[in-house]
């Protein structure tokens, strides 16, 4: 079993839907990274979370450490939302262990 | 501030070659990440350099080798290139201690291997 999986693998919504993509984790970690990554490679660092809940324009991500559980969401989704979404997570100075990624593709 | 440059953008190389790849980080970070991204395995961390010291390293075969020089920039090598090395490299940096800040990525090196 991988230390972090991400669900769904796909997915696929209208314009403006609200999207929910979800990482959970096997391991304590010091932090969660949300990632994005557009077709051509480029990666973008969404949020960095240890505790709670981080806003930023339509995107909001949640973290319960409790039960070893992120939440990305999107709200009023738009075409280019579509992309790669990687959860990350780090152990305290060890390396960042990656989700497998969950591709979104937003509809007009 | 320029973002994280990583030089070449692609690359053409055959089994057997050797190669080595450029990342310079975010000036006045000093922490800098590598990464492999395959379709098949996703991403996988290489290793982390932190001050001109390897800090981190991933389960990678010792056929993939680091640096990092005084002004933060690193680089990395591939010796004896096989056909999984295909893929696309990734240097990320991140400030100032480097341990689970933000990670800026660079554009990414596309290795063939053919």
């Known amino acids: 079993k991988n230390e972090v999986e991400q669900s769904p693998q796909n997915l696929t919504a209208q314009e403006g839907e609200f999207i929910t993509i979800n990482c959970s984790y096997s391991?304590?970690?010091?932090?969660l990274h949300w990632l994005q990554q557009h077709p051509g490679g480029g990666i973008v660092s969404l949020f960095m979370?240890?505790?709670g809940k981080k806003k930023h324009g339509r995107l909001i991500a949640t973290i319960n450490i409790q039960e070893k559980h992120s939440s990305l969401h999107i709200t009023a989704s738009h075409p280019r939302d579509s992309a790669v979404y990687i959860c990350?997570?780090?152990?305290?100075?060890?390396?960042?262990?990656f989700g497998q990624g969950t591709r979104l593709t937003i509809n007009p | 501030k320029a973002g994280v440059t990583q030089t070449p953008r692609y690359l053409i190389k055959t089994r057997g070659q050797q190669v080595t790849l450029s990342c310079s980080p975010i000036?006045?970070?000093?922490?800098v990440s590598w990464y492999q991204q395959t379709p098949g395995q996703g991403l996988q961390f290489l290793f982390e350099?932190?001050?001109?010291?390897?800090?981190n390293k991933g389960n990678f075969p010792g056929r993939f080798s680091g640096r990092q020089f005084s002004n933060s920039r690193s680089e990395m090598n591939v010796s004896t290139l096989e056909l999984g090395d295909s893929a696309l490299y990734l240097c990320?940096?991140?400030?100032?201690?480097?341990?689970?800040?933000?990670?800026?990525f660079g554009p990414g090196t596309r290795l063939l291997v053919l």
């Open positions: 990320a940096s991140s400030s100032p201690s480097g341990g689970g800040e933000t990670q800026y």
């Open positions: 391991v304590g970690i010091s932090a």
């Open positions: 979370l240890s505790s």
């Open positions: 990350a997570v780090k152990k305290g100075a060890q390396k960042l262990v």
């Open positions: 000036s006045g970070h000093r922490s």
């Open positions: 350099y932190f001050s001109e010291t390897q800090r």
